[in-house]
């Protein structure tokens, strides 16, 4: 009987009472285990971890490496599996070499079936393609000003210029709060409900001053 081999996280400890917590994910993963008539193997948990790295996730790398020939990667969201697209495909391609699938339960995705495949396929491209796209703006942006001798504007929260300042890289600092925000929406809390978390917390904005409900709306809708 083949293996369904679950992975949850959360960024924050904060996150288990206030976001999709580790409890809540578990039991989702659970249930499609039982429902599909796979054996559920073990859950493994990353709490406290950002999704931006997937070499910094222990829990993440013990499941791929338990997974075999016929068994499910079951995660959640993609969101929880990674935020990062490369990270997502490479884990997607990982899975396939082994003989395995991916389940990303919020999104409906199921590699076990070919529309499943396609699916997931077609969400990745699609936002690899936005990124590129977002990436594409910002640089023609800040030449463009460069060559007219002007000041390079704001650069999105969760990013920052490369050392040679020819592109953009992920700032690890701010990709931890963005995906404590994308979080907490996931879990069902308003914005300003956020907000008013965020500062309790004492995470500051880039400025360094309390974050405002603009900025929060800005990142959460990103």
Do not use: C
């Amino acid at each position: 009987m083949a293996s369904a081999i679950g992975y949850i996280r959360v960024s924050t400890s904060m996150q288990a009472q206030d976001g999709v917590s580790l409890d809540a994910q578990r039991a989702k993963i659970e249930a499609w285990a039982t429902l599909n008539d796979y054996a559920l193997g073990e859950v493994f948990v990353d709490a406290g971890v950002s999704g931006s790295k997937m070499k910094n996730r222990p829990g993440l790398q013990s499941a791929l490496n338990a997974i075999g020939k016929g068994d499910a990667l079951v995660v959640y969201s993609l969101s929880r599996l990674s935020r990062s697209v490369r990270d997502t495909m490479d884990i997607s391609d990982r899975l396939s070499k082994s003989g395995a699938d991916l389940v990303s339960l919020s999104e409906k995705i199921d590699t076990t079936s070919a529309a499943g495949k396609m699916v997931f396929r077609m969400l990745s491209v699609m936002a690899e393609f936005e990124h590129d796209q977002i990436v594409e703006r910002v640089k023609f942006g800040m030449d463009y000003k460069k060559s007219q001798g002007g000041r390079v504007g704001t650069i999105g929260y969760g990013y920052r210029l490369s050392d040679d300042g020819e592109s953009l890289v992920e700032d690890e600092a701010e990709q931890l709060i963005v995906a404590t925000i994308h979080e907490y929406r996931e879990g069902g809390m308003s914005l300003r409900a956020i907000v008013s978390r965020l500062n309790e917390q004492g995470h500051k904005s880039r400025s360094r001053k309390p974050f405002q409900l603009t900025q929060i709306a800005r990142i959460a809708n990103g």
